[in-house]
Structure formats: structure tokens, C-alpha cells
């Protein structure tokens, strides 16, 4: 059944020192029980303070490169990097072969579809494809409870019934948390919100972990936003505390760390160390490393990048992030799983889908000759194209046997920006469009949106405000010969608002495109930079009620 059509009331938390400020049906108050509030306020009691004093730490590291100090190998950490010896765990029941993996929302009928497609696992996420409204994250909760138990089912309004294939085959879950800079305004412990990663994961660690080992699995994570070991460290503490509360055995979590920061690209071998009794590897979170990249470096002209489009996983500073990934996994014994196919089916477009998936299968080509384990699709039928390239290059689970011992991967690499490539208005216009898209979405509690035949996430609207930003903070000259200046992002946003305007009609009185383009406006004149968009956005999906008692 569907939560969306149940009545919901406020719900009043016995437990001492927690608040729920945000109504609930009565099947998501099976999901909000005295023991798993308990559970969750203990965790989150125990760790938030070095979640802050984390975040903390990045401002901190933002002013030093904002100084001119770039990211490089840590020294005090050499020891780990230079130590052929020691290794991660090995798979875990179900994460052995990962040769292709869908993503998507927690919503129930996507949810069922993801297990359904035949992809080897699903990272059901409650972070980049989700809005995270109070309905769609506790809703989350309730429909992946559901899955784990195999009882999930939905039914359209026009009567369509879904539900859980039976031969066995559907796909291994994983989950994937909210990052450490987020927060769940609608849980309070102790008066303050709540980590929204701890709240994320600990609810479906205390109602699923036991059930996951009983069914031959365990709870599965992706972990996703890190800029540091020290942040892998804090996860990992998390995991042991978490199953000590509960009384599984150490090391029954699993975690796959997206390295989708270009911090984060320095500490590879620090981070599977870290959890290295809960590592099942790392993946190449693309679309956010290059966010990360432009974000980072922002101050610094020399690493303005070019047209989104033009920013490949050839250019070298993509390349050399691939090549180092997937050789310090393998030398680590674990997977190393490629990035997204983020294309959808075009319909009536014979030719323009044909070239869609032929990109797709080049991608996916291009991935496991270069050592992959494994690879993302954002879409189920994608997962087709994508298993038939990796079953022919790599008819074995995995190929962590590949070692890759002909990497030689140096700081200087890791941000080489020297590619040929151009700014143009066009690519101006396709990122305010995106970003204006997207934002819009969001606002209306959607995360995953198809624009321009492609399944956008958070990421890819984070890649747009960040360029227009970049590119008007420091005066870039487009191919056309147009200097970019705050004053010319603004006409030509203004410009692509209204094409929606006459484009929607009557029904642009009803969107969130006002809404989305002040929002959007704050952040694409190279003056504020807001650190994520989820952050700059989430007040406004906040629906709090008063009637908790600390």
C-alpha cells in the first residue's frame, strides 16, 4: 500500500529529550517507535558533536585554499598509503558481483521498479534524487522496511498493481544516507536537529539490520559528500557503536564511500582504512566531483573550467581520478564501481535514443576496460545495455585481481586542468535551465528529474549554479566574444524564466519557478556561494508542527 493516502496527525514523542516535529500517518509511526527514537537520539548524542567539529573543519580547509593552499597526499598518513600489506574485508554476502547497480529515490513505486530491473543491487537514496521533505524521508523509511521484508507493494490510481518479482533475482539493497553538512529539522534531540545522516541511517539500521543477516544480507550502505578520512573515521564509529547496541557482530555493515570530492580524491587509501572491516570500496561519484572541483578551487582562475559539456571523464583531471580510484581499491582487495549513466529513453526519437545509448555503451565500455568492478544506471532500461558490455569484458563477478600497477598518479594530476575547452552562452543558458529545472522540482518535494533526456540529481544542478558562478566571479569571455559579468547572468536567467513562463502558461502560477529563480539568483553572480543547494533550499521544504514536548 501507498502512505501518501493515509490521514496523518502529529506525532508525540514519549521519549525523553527527543521531539518529532512533523506529522505522520499511522503506518509511519510503526517506523518512530520508543526504541528506535531511543536508539537513534543515543547515536546521535554520542556522535554529533564531531560531526560539527568536522564540518567545522571544512571551513577551516576552504580558507586555506581559498590562500592559494591546494589539497595534496597527506604526509602524517604516508604510512597507510605505503603499506602493501594490509587490506579491506572481503565481500559481503550479496556484494560480490556488482557488475551494474541502479539508483533512485525511496518512493515506493521506483523503489519496487529499481529491485525489479535486474540489476545486481539498488542504492535506494535518501540524499541527491531525493527532496528531503518530512513526507518523502519517513515515507523512505517505511517503504524500504517493506522491501527488506519483501511485502512491499503499490498500486497507481488508474489501478496498475506492483509488486516484488519472486524468482530471486531482485536486486541486493543498498542505501544511501543523507551527507554529514545536512540536518532533519523535524527530529530534535536535546533542542537541536538532528543529523540528518545519523537519523537516515540508524532508523533503517534498528528496524532492517537483524531481518537483512536472517534473509543471508546485511545492512549495505553508500556513504556519500566526505572530504576526509576523519569523516570515514566518524562513520565507522558509528557502525561499531551500532551493532554493539543492537548485538550483531562488528563488521556486519557494509559501506561504499563515494569519492565524489576532490578532497576526499587525496585520502583514498586513508578512507577504506578507516573502515576497513566495514569497506565494500569506493565509487566514482562524477557529476559532485566535479562540483566539488569547481567549488573548491572557485577563488582561483586558473581552474575555471569550460562548458559542462566539454568536461569528460577523458580530460586529465577526471582521468587521473579514475585511474587512482580504481588501482587503490583493487590493492585494498575491494570494488571499484563506475559512475552514473545519468541518459533516460527518448521517445519518438528513433534516432536521438539510438545515439543516447550508443553514449551509454561507450561509457560503460570505457569503464570496465579500465578496471571497474561495476558500474551505475539511473534508469532500468539502461541495465541491459549496461550488463551486456560488462558480461562480455568481464564474464567474472568483479576484477579487483586487476591491479593496475602501471598507475602513476601524482598531486599535480589529480588538478590538471589542461584541456582544451570553451564557454559559451549556450552552455550559460542549458545550466540556468538546468538549474532552474531542478530547483523548481525540488521545491515541489521531487529529487530525481528528467531534463533534456537526462535523470538530473542535485549534482548536476550543483555543477550549474557553481559554473555560472565561477564563470561570473571571474569575468570569462564566452566564444562569442561576451565578457560574463553579474549583470549579464541575470538578463539571460531572466530571459530563460520567461521562455517557461510562455512556455507553462496558466500553469506557471502554480510552480515554484519565482521561487526557484530568487533562490538561484543569490548564487550565480560570483559573489554569495552557498555550500550546497540542499542547504540553501531546505528551510523551505520544512514543515514543522509545535505540538512536541521536550
Known amino acids: 500500500m501507498s502512505t501518501q493516502s493515509q490521514t496523518t496527525v502529529p506525532f508525540k514523542s514519549t521519549v525523553p529529550g527527543v521531539a518529532v516535529l512533523g506529522t505522520v500517518t499511522a503506518e509511519q509511526a510503526q517506523i518512530l517507535t520508543p526504541d528506535a527514537l531511543q536508539f537513534i537520539a543515543t547515536l546521535q548524542r554520542i556522535f554529533n558533536p564531531t560531526r560539527k567539529a568536522l564540518m567545522e573543519r571544512r571551513v577551516f580547509r576552504q580558507q586555506e585554499l581559498d590562500r592559494?593552499?591546494?589539497?595534496?597526499?597527506?604526509?602524517?598518513?604516508?604510512?597507510?598509503?605505503?603499506?602493501?600489506?594490509?587490506?579491506?574485508?572481503?565481500?559481503?554476502?550479496?556484494?560480490?558481483?556488482?557488475?551494474?547497480?541502479?539508483?533512485?529515490?525511496?518512493?515506493?513505486?521506483?523503489?519496487?521498479?529499481?529491485?525489479?530491473?535486474?540489476?545486481?543491487?539498488?542504492?535506494?537514496?535518501?540524499?541527491d534524487s531525493s527532496a528531503p521533505t518530512w513526507e518523502n524521508m519517513i515515507s523512505g523509511q517505511v517503504n524500504l522496511r517493506d522491501a527488506v521484508r519483501e511485502t512491499i507493494t503499490f498500486s497507481n490510481p488508474n489501478g496498475k498493481q506492483y509488486a516484488l518479482r519472486k524468482d530471486g533475482k531482485a536486486a541486493v539493497l543498498i542505501v544511501r544516507p543523507r551527507g554529514w553538512h545536512m540536518v532533519e529539522r523535524h527530529v530534535l534531540v536535546d533542542g537541536e536537529p538532528m543529523s540528518a545522516s545519523i537519523f537516515d541511517f540508524s532508523l533503517y539500521f534498528y528496524h532492517n539490520a537483524k531481518e537483512l543477516v536472517k534473509r543471508g544480507r546485511g545492512p549495505y550502505f553508500y556513504l556519500p559528500k566526505m572530504e576526509s578520512h576523519l569523516e570515514a573515521r566518524l562513520w565507522n564509529d558509528i557502525f561499531n557503536v551500532a551493532q554493539d547496541m543492537i548485538n550483531?557482530?562488528?563488521?556486519?555493515?557494509?559501506?561504499?564511500?563515494?569519492?565524489?570530492?576532490?578532497?576526499?580524491?587525496f585520502e583514498m587509501d586513508e578512507i577504506i582504512y578507516e573502515l576497513r572491516d566495514h569497506s565494500s570500496g569506493l565509487n566514482c561519484g562524477r557529476w559532485d566531483y566535479i562540483f566539488?572541483?569547481?567549488?573548491?578551487?572557485?577563488?582561483?582562475?586558473?581552474?575555471?573550467?569550460?562548458?559542462?559539456?566539454?568536461?569528460?571523464?577523458?580530460?586529465?583531471?577526471?582521468?587521473?581520478?579514475?585511474?587512482?580510484?580504481?588501482?587503490?581499491?583493487?590493492?585494498?582487495?575491494?570494488?571499484?564501481?563506475?559512475?552514473?549513466?545519468?541518459?533516460?529513453?527518448?521517445?519518438?526519437?528513433?534516432?536521438?535514443?539510438?545515439a543516447a545509448m550508443t553514449k551509454v555503451r561507450n561509457d560503460k565500455l570505457r569503464e570496465v576496460t579500465a578496471g571497474h568492478d561495476g558500474t551505475?544506471?539511473?534508469?532500468?532500461?539502461?541495465?541491459?545495455?549496461?550488463?551486456?558490455?560488462?558480461?562480455?569484458?568481464?564474464p567474472q563477478p568483479n576484477q579487483i585481481h586487476v591491479r593496475r600497477?602501471?598507475?602513476?598518479?601524482?598531486?599535480?594530476?589529480?588538478?590538471?586542468?589542461?584541456?582544451?575547452?570553451?564557454?559559451?552562452?549556450?552552455?550559460?543558458?542549458?545550466?540556468?535551465?538546468?538549474?532552474?529545472?531542478y530547483m523548481e522540482a525540488w521545491l515541489r518535494g521531487i529529487g530525481c528529474?528528467?531534463?533534456?533526456?537526462?535523470?538530473?540529481?542535485?549534482?548536476?544542478?550543483?555543477?550549474?549554479?557553481?559554473?555560472?558562478?565561477?564563470?561570473?566571479?571571474?569575468?570569462?569571455?564566452t566564444a562569442e566574444g561576451k565578457k560574463i559579468t553579474p549583470q549579464?547572468?541575470?538578463?539571460?536567467?531572466?530571459?530563460?524564466?520567461?521562455?517557461?513562463k510562455k512556455q507553462l502558461g496558466a500553469k506557471y502560477s502554480s510552480s515554484k519557478y519565482?521561487?526557484?529563480?530568487?533562490?538561484?539568483?543569490?548564487?550565480?553572480?560570483?559573489?554569495?556561494?552557498?555550500?550546497?543547494?540542499?542547504?540553501?533550499?531546505?528551510?523551505?521544504?520544512?514543515?514543522?508542527?509545535?505540538?512536541?514536548?521536550?
Not at 73 to 81: C, G, K, Q, V
Not at 295 to 308: A, E, G, I, S, T
Not at 408 to 420: C, K, Q, S
Not at 451 to 471: F, G, H, K, V, Y
Request: with cysteine; net charge negative.
Open 405 to 437: 600497477d602501471d598507475v602513476r598518479v601524482t598531486r599535480n594530476d589529480l588538478i590538471n586542468v589542461n584541456f582544451n575547452g570553451t564557454v559559451t552562452e549556450e552552455g550559460i543558458r542549458d545550466n540556468l535551465r538546468v538549474g532552474l529545472g
Open 292 to 354: 566539488s572541483f569547481i567549488k573548491r578551487f572557485r577563488q582561483h582562475p586558473q581552474f575555471v573550467l569550460p562548458d559542462r559539456s566539454q568536461v569528460t571523464m577523458t580530460v586529465p583531471f577526471m582521468d587521473a581520478y579514475v585511474r587512482l580510484l580504481i588501482q587503490t581499491c583493487h590493492k585494498r582487495g575491494v570494488h571499484a564501481m563506475g559512475g552514473m549513466a545519468a541518459q533516460i529513453p527518448i521517445k519518438n526519437n528513433v534516432e536521438a535514443n539510438n
Open 248 to 265: 550483531i557482530p562488528r563488521g556486519t555493515i557494509r559501506g561504499t564511500v563515494l569519492i565524489e570530492t576532490i578532497m576526499a580524491a
Open 514 to 550: 519565482d521561487a526557484a529563480k530568487q533562490a538561484f539568483a543569490t548564487n550565480i553572480t560570483g559573489e554569495k556561494y552557498d555550500e550546497f543547494l540542499t542547504t540553501l533550499l531546505y528551510d523551505d521544504i520544512v514543515t514543522l508542527t509545535n505540538n512536541a514536548k521536550l
Open 449 to 477: 528529474v528528467p531534463l533534456n533526456n537526462m535523470m538530473e540529481d542535485a549534482a548536476t544542478a550543483e555543477i550549474s549554479r557553481s559554473q555560472l558562478w565561477q564563470w561570473a566571479r571571474h569575468g570569462t569571455t
Open 376 to 394: 551505475w544506471v539511473a534508469h532500468p532500461a539502461l541495465v541491459k545495455i549496461a550488463l551486456e558490455v560488462f558480461n562480455e569484458k568481464m
Open 68 to 127: 592559494g593552499i591546494l589539497p595534496d597526499f597527506l604526509p602524517e598518513t604516508a604510512h597507510i598509503r605505503n603499506d602493501p600489506n594490509w587490506r579491506a574485508a572481503p565481500p559481503a554476502p550479496g556484494l560480490r558481483d556488482r557488475r551494474v547497480e541502479i539508483t533512485g529515490p525511496v518512493d515506493r513505486k521506483m523503489v519496487i521498479n529499481a529491485l525489479n530491473s535486474g540489476a545486481y543491487t539498488f542504492m535506494a537514496d535518501f540524499e
Open 488 to 500: 549579464f547572468m541575470l538578463q539571460l536567467l531572466d530571459e530563460e524564466t520567461a521562455k517557461i
